[in-house]
């Protein structure tokens, strides 16, 4: 019964909602968005066990006073600090100055180090000196010269070549692998409705 | 039997819808027959792939060693848009967590949805109980660093660094900051890594930051490659149906300019 049990109902939420998806009928669409909501409703408990876990994570860190463990002592106290401005008022002001003042400014100063990282990326690749690598930073560097170069100078004759590249070989590339991609996306959720895969036991 | 009739005189579907639908059962029937198939007759032969053969070849050396092995299972969840490649990275946990059971290797998962965290936690706790070793799962193994992707890469790319791994798998959904996460484990002269998503845009990312790629669609036989007899079944169906896609490609595209 405990294996039974999760995979009708799994069998049974599935198949309502991929019929909704293609079918007009009040009842179906009225089954298929109460399901869909039910699902929002349980991924809200998932982030309390996030939380939950989150705690239990840094709080062994730091008793075992393992490598890094100052930064889960921050992450704690940061942890605590957003929850406390968030349970006091969703748009306070203190909530909004937390999020203008040290939220953003941190996210985008990791965004801007993405371009570094790619950069010393790009060169390990060259050094690498392996074929795909060489061949990809030939090409990336053909697109970009092509889309950055100013009107009127010499580096401008690039800009077909890379109108090529990208409408042509890199879109029938791209093309290939969304088709198997979404032949993969769609064999998973099958193998789930089939009973195949059971990743809810 | 009026209630039947109702339902059914009140429901309707487009001429594309229909399609769509009888093409997914169509798929569906074939998956099942080739599973059954799969399972009763023989599995289907899988093309080995390069980034399943190192996970398989490290794992003696985390038994050696006693180092961790460590998945990131990206920004996607359970239940959203990326689930498919939520599901394929858990077929790896699925596969490190039974062996790293019996031969007492840890393995270390992170990732950014609570959904995410559930399954793999689920997927830990089986694959110690089905080694016959319920006492090896801990449910710290799996840790929730932040929802936010860059949040999310500065954690796992920290955590990298202060408890280097023997193999480092990336393996779901990522963004561009996968970057931070695959730079750490670079960095890491004994680290070997594995990289897997189905987005296009991030895949240049993993060619140059790791040592093997599972480009778009393998993620999704990583599965049958790591030995799961049940899923030749349905990468035999996608390779058919792909076939059959491609030909009727090429078929329209010869049409279209006979016509032309």
Known sequence: ?201 | MNLLRLLWESTSITVEGLAALVALLVFGALILALTLRARLVRPFTVRPLAAAERVRGVLGRAMETGEPLHVALGIGGLGDVSTADTLAGLALVSFLADRGALAEVPVRVRLAQPTALVGALATLQRGAEGAGYPEAYDPVQAAFVAPVPLAYAAGTAEALRSEPPVANAMVGAFGAEVLLPAQAGGDQPQTVQVGGTSDPSVLPLLLVTTDSLLAGEEIYALGAALGRADHTGSLAAQDLARALLVLAIVLGAVLALVIA
């Open chain 1, 1 to 201: 019964m405990r294996r039974i049990l999760p995979a009708l109902v799994a069998l049974l939420v599935g198949s309502v909602v991929l019929l909704d998806y293609f079918l007009e009928n009040p009842v179906l669409n009225a089954a298929g968005r109460f399901l869909l909501e039910g699902a929002i409703v349980l991924a809200a408990f998932a982030l309390l066990l996030g939380l939950w876990n989150l705690l239990l994570v840094h709080e062994r860190q730091i008793r075992r006073r393992e490598p890094g463990w100052p930064a889960s002592v921050v992450i704690l106290l940061s942890t605590g600090a957003s929850l406390a401005l968030g349970l006091a008022g969703w748009g306070s002001e203190a909530l909004t100055w937390f999020y203008r003042f040290v939220l953003f400014p941190l996210e985008a100063s990791a965004g801007a180090l993405l371009a570094f990282v790619a950069v010393s990326a790009a060169a390990r690749a060259w050094r690498l000196s392996s074929l795909e690598g060489g061949v990809m930073l030939a090409v990336g560097a053909i697109v970009l010269v092509g889309t950055l170069a100013p009107q009127g100078a010499a580096l401008t004759a690039l800009g077909p070549l890379r109108d090529w590249i990208v409408s042509v070989p890199a879109m029938a590339a791209v093309r290939g692998l969304l088709l198997g991609v979404a032949l993969g996306i769609m064999a998973t959720g099958l193998r789930v409705l089939l009973w195949i895969d059971r990743p809810y036991e």
